[in-house]
Every structure is written in structure tokens, then in C-alpha cells.
């Protein structure tokens, strides 16, 4: 369901919260790398303050940023958190001794990361916890086979109210069935944007069961989206490529909702506002090429 009005702009997730589609991901509050503090905390939390201000109502985070960083500056930002701030977290990966991002399943291990992520945020039970599936070494692609264990030691969680709903990450849609069929699902986060067009039937079905779907890196993660098409429709509209990439996923399906991270406030405006932008459909033509 969608109120249009981009700033204004929300959706509800079936059985699960409502939330302005334009959100915010709190990775890059870690220092390099996602490893350790970052170099000034004062701005980590203004940035934080600020997005609350400008009217986010939704943050992705992790306990494996840092590790436990981000979720530590998260509850000094914001603590005690608003009834209206929906904060997504996700597990099924730690870090290791050199900064690796190994998958760590098993139930044990689940239920350490919840109450690790329960601790480090200051809070009871957990508004939303993705599943992270796949990854593997560029960080994005989905790995096939059963989530059946580990997605049901998370419902097991949510039913012992550790954790209010739950999602599943860089999954393929086989998995995302498996898992509905074992307890709700509001959310799925994977790769895609402009460039990176995978999941299209996906989404397109998502919407039709009222889940939302979450793209992370929308403006291409480590390697920023390079485009000439992309360039060309942001410098005819008046409009920087970022912010056009931005408003194509918001038109693209009612459903999507977006969480651009960054440590900078500026950075942090000129995100928010590209959801007050309407791209026109010569606009969207051209982009939806590129894919």
C-alpha cells in the first residue's frame, strides 16, 4: 500500500510495520572497511539525529558492523528509541580476526547474534531480523539450497518475542517461499538497482503479498554506479546521478523501499530529498535500458 507524496511516501508491510519508503543504512557509521569506530563518533550521531529529523523512520543496521559498533552508536544517538523508528538488523554472518564476514547459521549461533544485537541496541526484542543467506566473497550473490533450519531458529525466536518480525537476505525466491512457509516474512533485502535488474519478477511478486522489498547497494556499494545514460538524464534534468538512481527504485515498484547509507549530513540531505523527485516517463525509459 502506497501514499504518494514522495517525502510523504510510505508502505505498509502485511502484518508488519509502516514505514516511510525512504530509509537510511547505517554501515558506512563504522570505520573503514566496517571495521572498528569511525574517525569522528560526534558525527555518526548527528548524521543519525538528523535523518530521524528529516523524517526516517527506518534504519538497517547490524551487530557484525564494527562488529557492534554501528548498534552501539545507534542506541547512544537515539536511545530510547521512538514507538515510530522501525530498526532492521540482520544475522547469519560475524566478523573473524582479519575482517572477514564469515556465515555463522547454526541455531547456537542465531540465537547469540539476537541477544547480541538485543544488547548492543539497549532493547527487549528486535523489530525486524533479516536472515543473511548468501554473500560469499563479493558480498551479493545468492547461494542455493535449503534455509529451513536456520530461518526456523529465528521463528522459533519471534515466537519466544525476541523478535518482532522477520525478513531473509541475499536469497533467491525459492527461498524466500521456503521461508514464508514457515513463519511471515515483511522484508527482503538483495542486490539491485539501476544497473543491476536480477530480481525483477521478484519484487513484482513481493508486492503482490505486501512485502517489501530492500535494495541494497542502490547506488552500486563499493563500486559506485557508472553510467553514461544515468550521467546524461541527471545532467538534463538538473539533478545528480545519485538522486536520479534514487527516484528510479522509488518509481519503479511501490514496495521498494530504500536505505542509501552515509557518514556525511550533506550526503545524508541530498539523499532524503531525492524522494520529493519525480522522474519524468522519457526518464524512466532511458534508465530502465540500462538494465
Given amino acids: 500500500m502506497q501514499t504518494r507524496g514522495m517525502t510523504n511516501s510510505t508502505y505498509t508491510m502485511t502484518g508488519g510495520p509502516t514505514v516511510a519508503r525512504m530509509g537510511y543504512g547505517a554501515m558506512q557509521l563504522a570505520g573503514p572497511r566496517v571495521w572498528g569506530p569511525p574517525a569522528d563518533r560526534g558525527e555518526a550521531i548527528a548524521v543519525l539525529r538528523t535523518a530521524v529529523e528529516l523524517g526516517v523512520d527506518h534504519i538497517d543496521t547490524a551487530d557484525f558492523y564494527g562488529p557492534h559498533v554501528v548498534n552501539e552508536i545507534l542506541r547512544e544517538a537515539l536511545a530510547p528509541f521512538s514507538g515510530d523508528l522501525t530498526i532492521v538488523t540482520k544475522v547469519g554472518s ?8 564469515p556465515h555463522a547459521r547454526s541455531p547456537e549461533q542465531l540465537r547469540d547474534q539476537v541477544h547480541s544485537n538485543l ?29 529451513a533450519e536456520p530461518f526456523g531458529a529465528l521463528a522459533e525466536m519471534r515466537a519466544e518475542g525476541l523478535i518482532r518480525h522477520l525478513g531473509v537476505s541475499v536469497v ?28 525483477e ?19 552500486g556499494g563499493f563500486s559506485p554506479l557508472q553510467s553514461g545514460v544515468l550521467d546524461a538524464v541527471a545532467a538534463r534534468l538538473g539533478q545528480t ?12 515498484s511501490p514496495n521498494v523501499l530504500l536505505i542509501p547509507g552515509t557518514s556525511k549530513e550533506a550526503h545524508l540531505r541530498e539523499n532524503v530529498a531525492a524522494a520529493e523527485l519525480e522522474l519524468p516517463a522519457d526518464a524512466v525509459a532511458e534508465l530502465d535500458a540500462i538494465g
Avoid at 560475524?94 to 564476514?101: A, L, P, Q, S
Avoid at 546521478?241 to 519503479?252: M, Y
Wanted: aromatic fraction near 8%; charged fraction near 20%.
Fill in 172 to 199: 533467491d525466491a525459492e527461498q524466500v517461499a521456503e521461508a514464508r512457509a514457515i513463519a511471515p516474512i515483511v522484508t527482503v533485502q538483495n542486490w539491485y538497482n539501476v544497473a543491476h535488474r536480477g530480481d
Fill in 94 to 101: 560475524v566478523r573473524d580476526e582479519n575482517g572477514g564476514w
Fill in 119 to 147: 544488547r548492543t541496541l539497549g532493547v527487549d526484542a528486535l523489530d525486524v531480523v533479516n536472515l543473511r543467506v548468501g554473500g560469499g566473497a563479493d558480498g551479493h550473490s545468492t547461494v542455493p539450497g535449503s534455509i
Fill in 241 to 252: 546521478p545519485n538522486a536520479v538512481a534514487l527516484t528510479w527504485l522509488l518509481q519503479r
Fill in 201 to 219: 519478477e521478484l519484487i513484482a511478486s513481493l508486492a503482490e503479498q505486501g512485502i517489501s522489498y530492500v535494495p541494497f547497494w542502490p547506488l
